[in-house]
């Protein structure tokens, strides 16, 4: 149940308390245990869920991808310049996360996709910020997994709780824009060492901004040394062949 806490000059040191896990609850003096008890429980249901949906996925021979980010990094355009891309040879199926609307989805119509189902997380699931095993199972469920070969999953946009939740996906990838700024490897660990692949978005505005991109690249690798990363701009197609190609597994 540890994790590894990374410092910005590099070092980093173990928890191995079973509260890391769940966040600092040593404010709740009285029902702290209980309240942690309850969390790592419902970890623990969402994780067998999501092996449920994962099983579901291979037997269908399905190859599903959890596609994360902060607001508007570019996940959407990202999925709508890979379907015009790969829609005519691979039957994609998107599984829209958004906390309410479907104006993703909307955005993705006509794009290539072999079928679409939206997950509204206010819509009986409390308005959480992330996409849990329950709420794909029910995604899923709308998608006709026998007749598609890849699945991806756009989760809701957050920097945090995606990467905490398993949901059946094979990989783990996520969209970050240089509009973001070069720290947020180490203000968001966890996601970034959620990642398989990071997809740095919006490099056509590299002449424009005050970015250092080998120190984010520096900073990602201190974070994930085994990630790979893709420079792209889904507005203009830069990197989207070597996306794709990952993409396929």
């Known amino acids: 149940m540890g994790r590894v806490h990374l410092h910005a000059d590099g070092t980093e040191h173990g928890h191995e308390h079973v509260h890391e896990r769940v966040g600092d609850h040593g404010g709740y003096t009285e029902t702290g245990s209980a309240r942690i008890e309850i969390l790592e429980s419902l970890l623990s249901e969402n994780d067998r869920v999501a092996e449920e949906n994962r099983v579901a996925l291979a037997e269908a021979g399905v190859r599903a991808v959890n596609l994360m980010s902060s607001p508007g990094a570019g996940k959407t355009t990202l999925l709508r310049r890979t379907l015009h891309e790969l829609g005519a040879s691979i039957r994609i199926g998107i599984l829209e996360g958004d906390i309410a609307t479907s104006l993703d989805a909307e955005a993705l119509e006509g794009a290539g996709a072999a079928a679409m189902a939206v997950v509204n997380t206010s819509a009986g699931f409390g308005g959480e910020c992330h996409l849990d095993a329950v709420m794909v199972r029910a995604g899923l469920g709308r998608l006709p997994l ?25 990989a783990k990838a996520m969209v970050y824009a240089i509009t973001e700024g070069e720290e947020k490897p180490f203000k968001y ?61």
């Not at 598609?148 to 957050?158: A, M, S, T």
């Not at 590299?206 to 701009?233: G, T, W």
């Open 146 to 170: 026998d007749d598609l070969e890849l699945v991806i999953i756009e989760n809701v946009g957050n920097l945090v709780c995606p990467a905490e939740f398993k949901v059946g996906e094979q």
């Open 189 to 249: 660990p966890v996601m970034f060492r959620a990642a398989e692949v990071v997809v740095v978005n919006k490099i056509d505005l590299l002449p424009h901004l005050e970015f250092d991109l080998d120190l984010f690249l520096s900073n990602v690798k201190a974070v994930n040394p085994s990630a790979q990363v893709i420079l792209a701009s889904a507005r203009t197609g830069e990197g989207i062949d070597e996306w794709c190609a990952w993409l396929k597994g």
